[in-house]
């Protein structure tokens, strides 16, 4: 069975950074790409970043040039690295990994971030 594994969140000061890491498991499909989404109260689920197979990477414009996505294959982990954090960044952040014949998403972790 297919696993996702979130950890890293937590409560930071505005401009500080959290790095979040997937821990994938029970597969061993090649993953096309996996993506880090997050969602706020009250709001839909919105994607923040994505890495294919090939390494490419996408960003959301919010995010764009504070966070990276990135990720180890021989540890089956991709991670977000989030720095100059800001208030409006603070969600609960899912990973969402696409393989051939299925998707999959994490339970998620909170970041907070305090002004």
């Known amino acids: 069975q297919v696993r996702l594994a979130e950890s890293g969140g937590g409560l930071v000061q505005a401009g500080g950074s959290l790095r979040l890491s997937c821990v994938v498991s029970?597969?061993?499909?090649?993953?096309?790409?996996m993506d880090w989404y997050r969602q706020a109260p009250g709001q839909q689920r919105e994607l923040v970043a994505t890495?294919?197979?090939?390494?490419?990477?996408n960003y959301a414009n919010s995010v764009k040039d504070r966070f990276t996505i990135s990720r180890d294959d021989a540890k089956n982990t991709v991670y977000l690295q989030m720095d100059s954090l800001k208030p409006e960044d603070t969600a609960v952040y899912y990973c969402?990994?696409?393989?051939?014949?299925?998707?999959?998403w994490g339970q998620g972790t909170q970041v907070t971030v305090s002004s």
């Open positions: 969402y990994a696409a393989f051939p014949t299925a998707n999959y």
């Open positions: 029970g597969s061993r499909l090649s993953i096309n790409f």
């Open positions: 890495i294919t197979r090939g390494g490419a990477t």
